[in-house]
């Protein structure tokens, strides 16, 4: 990875200020394009060549891209550099067949951008500023720079940090505070009743006042609990709100019936009215209203949602490459959630207690429909906001995630150039030690002669421990270097630069750990390999992943496999109960899971989310597994006393369990 400066603080450039620190990475990168660098020698040319390098994409997030680019933040009416959509009130449209959603003209951005650099006064670029969005950048002078296709959308965040933590946060409210607040009694439905406060008649006291406006809310209420129609509970609710309209007077009570349009339900007109006939005119009318609030009024953060996500969190078995998250999510001392912990949240954690919950809720049924279709599709998540979240203003992320398809065309798999790397490579440089005294930086950095350039302490510091640590790895990774050293890689890879969510699992170069030496096969696997005496190993390291025998690690050990090899047919999920050495090498023994076959799988409704239903039951046998069978690790949460659910990690294809 090439570190090419760090940008003084304490706060971050502003308006064009950022063109001064791209200019030195400009520079360089023209020179590599139109003249070429000549390398003395490299692994396939022992005499060395010439190579011509470009800038092929910008990877940051929203406000830095058009910092970087010069160009409008994302709030404002030029909210996307991509297409030709604009003003805040169309950020939601999803109509992408429409000309507006063509890619932008670079010709026509770049004529925009030299004329505010040919501008005369500030009042003059300004002006220019409001009416395109558009500065001059650094970057124009690259002649293949072209900011609508080469200021990609990063999906880190994007859709983790901006869409997913918008929807659980904001949205559904996943947080403890919402979840344990005393909330306000939602009414079934809204309606503009006459106003007493206006209207009051003359008779009438402020006691009088507060009775009509507790008939109205009475008239509203919702029937607790109610799941569809249930005609019971209707009844019930009916009978009790008639209990209640008895106990008022009966000219407030009138007073409601005239402001409904209603008179009172009497058999022969100019009979007495009593205060009976008003109840059960109101009644008539309440019956032809809704009994349930819409979805937008349901209160979705409750104790129950909150309690099943941390159980979830805390109960399931998981392997130890998958990134842990906060415990107590939702909670102010969990701290802020970064975007690895928001991916395992939204594609592992939250499903899986949100379907648990919510599976047989009718009332419910749309909101997990539509978090289902962010888990699965996330970047279509604006399309059913509006309906089901009215409350919910459509933000630039939506928008922008529209366009992640066009990214995808144009440079691959969104692992290739999302900011994961390079947000953990932040990280490094924030935790190595520093005095804190900023200085300026105006330089790209080729070799270690750049320390001289540097007048901050802090930027020089960082910078030269970053690269001692970048050619000490080097050294230690390279073969001559001596084995005392080597044997100790390990503690300096956890120290110096720890992997996420490592656990403390010895891996050789070897691929296998923790040799047994010959002895007794234990009497389930000889009955398998009928061998009498076997090596058996508590983990081996197979194709970057780590497997343990369920005894060491029980997350390790949980494997989705090709039954007998055979690709065509559905991955199953199993537990590595031994690992063995075997004529080929080494081999699993594996336990599968039973498939259910009677109880519905309310996971069949979200084909692309990765997940399944199987029997918390094994089957009798052992099976022999090669590892080249094994698909992935996956999740395994215990769905109920018999019932457990699967969650394939599988990094490439998604819907593996629905095959």
Same mark, same amino acid.
Not at 278 to 297: D, M, N, Q
């Given at each position: ?49 010439? /190579?011509?390098?470009? $800038? ?53 951005? @770049?004529?925009?951008?030299?004329l505010w650099k040919n501008a005369g006064t500030s ?17 124009? +002078? ?10 990609v959308v990063d999906t880190m965040h994007c859709l ?15 947080? &403890? ?6 909330? !306000? ?11 007493? !406060? ?77 205060? &009976? ?35 979830? $969190?805390? /109960? ?98 969104? +692992? ?99 040799? /047994? ?15 009498? +005496? ?69 996971? @069949? ?55």
């Open positions: 990875m090439y570190l090419a400066g760090i940008i003084p603080g304490p706060s971050e450039p502003s308006g064009d200020q950022l063109n001064h620190f791209l200019d030195p990475v400009v520079d360089d990168m023209l020179e590599s394009w139109e003249h070429g660098i000549r390398y003395n020698r490299t692994a396939l040319h022992a005499h060395g060549r010439v /190579t011509h390098s470009a $800038i092929a994409c910008l990877v940051c997030d929203l406000p830095a891209a058009r910092k970087a680019a010069q160009l409008a933040g994302p709030t404002s009416h030029f909210f996307c550099t991509t297409c030709h959509c604009w003003h805040r009130s169309t950020c939601g449209r999803t109509d992408i067949q429409s000309e507006s959603w063509r890619l932008r003209d670079k010709s026509e951005v @770049r004529h925009y951008a030299e009042a003059e670029r300004n002006k220019l500023f409001s009416a395109h969005g558009v500065r001059w950048s650094t970057l124009w +002078r690259l002649p293949y720079w072209d900011p609508s296709r080469q200021i983790l940090e901006g869409l997913a933590h918008a929807h659980f946060r904001e949205f559904l409210g996943l947080t &403890a505070d919402s979840a344990h607040r005393k909330a !306000d009694p939602i009414p079934a439905f809204d309606h503009l009743f006459l106003d007493v !406060d206006l209207n009051k008649p003359q008779d009438f006291s402020e006691k009088d006042v507060r009775v009509v406006k507790s008939i109205h809310a009475l008239l509203t209420e919702a029937v607790p609990n109610l799941e569809g129609n249930d005609v019971q509970l209707i009844e019930d609710h009916i009978s009790e709100l008639e209990r209640k309209l008895l106990s008022k007077k009966a000219r407030c009570l009138r007073f409601v019936s005239a402001g409904l349009g209603i008179g009172p339900d009497v058999a022969h007109p100019g009979k007495k009215v009593y205060k &009976a006939h008003w109840v059960k005119s109101l009644i008539a009318w309440r019956r032809t209203e809704p009994f349930t609030p819409g979805l937008s009024k349901l209160r979705i953060a409750t104790p129950e949602v909150m309690q099943r996500i941390s159980d979830v $969190i805390g /109960t399931a078995d998981t392997p130890s490459s998958l990134r842990s998250v906060p415990y107590n999510f939702g909670e102010t001392k969990a701290g802020t959630v970064k975007a690895d912990e928001w991916r395992t949240l939204t594609t592992v954690y939250l499903p899986i207690a949100l379907v648990s919950l919510w599976e047989i809720a009718a009332s419910r049924r749309a909101i997990l429909d539509h978090t289902m279709t962010l888990v699965s599709a996330i970047h279509i998540v604006s399309r059913a906001a509006a309906y089901l979240l009215p409350h919910a203003l459509h933000r630039t992320n939506g928008h922008m995630a529209l366009h992640v398809w066009d990214y995808l065309q144009l440079f691959g798999p969104v +692992r290739s150039w999302w900011c994961f790397p390079y947000e953990r490579l932040i990280g490094q440089l924030q935790r190595l030690p520093s005095n804190h005294i900023f200085g300026t930086i105006s330089i790209s950095l080729l070799t270690m002669d750049f320390l001289r350039w540097f007048a901050g302490q802090q930027e020089s510091t960082l910078l030269r421990s970053y690269i001692q640590a970048a050619k000490l790895k080097y050294w230690l990774n390279r073969p001559s270097c001596p084995p005392v050293f080597r044997d100790v890689k390990a503690l300096f890879d956890r120290f110096v630069s720890p992997l996420i969510n490592t656990d403390p699992i010895d891996v050789r170069e070897d691929h296998t750990t923790s040799p /047994t030496p010959t002895n007794a096969t234990p009497e389930d696997l000889r009955q398998l390999i009928h061998v009498r +005496r076997v090596v058996l190993h508590a983990r081996t390291l197979h194709g970057g992943s780590v497997y343990t025998r369920h005894s060491t690690h029980v997350g390790n050990s949980l494997i989705l496999f090709y039954p007998s090899g055979a690709r065509d047919m559905q991955p199953t999920p199993g537990i590595i109960r031994y690992i063995f050495e075997g004529e080929q090498g080494v081999h699993f023994a594996v336990q599968r899971h039973l498939p259910l076959h009677s109880h519905p799988d309310p996971f @069949r409704h979200y084909p692309h989310f990765p997940a399944r239903l199987y029997s918390s039951a094994l089957a009798e046998n052992l099976e022999i597994v090669m590892p080249e069978w094994v698909v992935s690790h996956f999740v395994r949460w215990n769905f109920s006393p018999r019932q457990i659910v699967a969650v394939s990690l599988c990094p490439v294809r998604t819907s593996l369990l629905y095959m």
